[in-house]
């Protein structure tokens, strides 16, 4: 059974910072590109994020350029992004995705609130 489990959410003030992670179950973690969306509300989800199978490759939205960072280890099959100088509007449901061609799994999210 595939599981993305998202971790890592919560409450942080304005220029704070928040790890969020995702762990992954039930396929080949290392032959699937990951990524990270946001939504907010009933808003379209956004791309942020993401990163290639071996993770040699990374592209970010011009939002958060600069100040977020993707990794992930194949190993432990875990998803991460480092997320810095938060701001407000970063605020939003963050979720991790898996994809390889037609495929993509996806977890149920983690809250991220900036605010003070």
């Known amino acids: 059974q595939v599981q993305l489990v998202e971790s890592g959410g919560g409450l942080v003030q304005p220029g704070g910072s928040l790890r969020l992670s995702c762990a992954a179950s039930?396929?080949?973690?290392?032959?699937?590109?990951m990524s990270w969306y946001r939504q907010i509300l009933t808003d379209k989800r956004e791309l942020v994020a993401a990163?290639?199978?071996?993770?040699?490759?990374?592209d970010y939205a011009d939002s958060v350029k600069g100040r977020f960072t993707i990794s992930r280890d194949n190993d432990e099959q875990k998803l991460y992004l480092d997320m810095t100088e938060l701001r407000p509007e970063d605020t939003a449901v963050y979720y991790c995705?898996?994809?390889?061609?037609?495929?993509?799994?996806w977890g149920r999210g983690t809250q991220v609130t900036v605010s003070s």
């Open positions: 039930g396929f080949t973690f290392k032959t699937y590109g």
């Open positions: 995705k898996a994809y390889q061609l037609a495929t993509n799994y």
């Open positions: 990163i290639s199978s071996n993770g040699n490759y990374a």
